[in-house]
Nanobody, 126 residues
Framework: QVQLVESGGGLVQAGGSLKLSCAAS????????MGWFRQAPGKEREFVAT????????YYADSVKGRFTISRDNAKSTVYLQMDSLKPEDTAVYYC???????????????????WGRGTQVTVSS
């Protein structure tokens, strides 16, 4: 079992920045591929970014590429999402997710992930 807790969400003006954190507890964090997803009201949960077990490989949705950066610190059992140049369309609840076993960064489908946090709200005002 892995427990995931997101933090760092909030209200920010367009063009601003936020850094989300996802702290993991339980089994060996470095054994899990990690992803960030988001869900806006009335929409399906969508992929944002993934990072490999070592942190050496990352992958981004086209909508956030060049603005968001995913990273992880295995010593702290934490994955981060640095969000810059935020837009109103980035408003959503952001979730982190963990996948055990075989992982490649193009695993962007929510259903393949084994554990989820409860999410943190990000609101970007225009």
């Amino acid at each position: 079992q892995v427990q995931l807790v997101e933090s760092g969400g909030g209200l920010v003006q367009a063009g601003g920045s936020l850094k989300l954190s996802c702290a993991a507890s339980g089994r060996t964090f470095s054994a899990y591929g990690m992803g960030w997803f988001r869900q806006a009201p009335g929409k399906e949960r969508e992929f944002v970014a993934t990072i490999s077990l070592s942190g050496g490989s990352t992958y981004y949705a086209d909508s956030v590429k060049g603005r968001f950066t995913i990273s992880r610190d295995n010593a702290k059992s934490t994955v981060y999402l640095q969000m810059d140049s935020l837009k109103p369309e980035d408003t959503a609840v952001y979730y982190c997710a963990a996948k055990r076993g075989t992982f490649i960064v193009i695993m962007t489908t929510p259903k393949v992930y084994d554990y989820w946090g409860r999410g943190t709200q990000v609101t970007v005002s225009s």
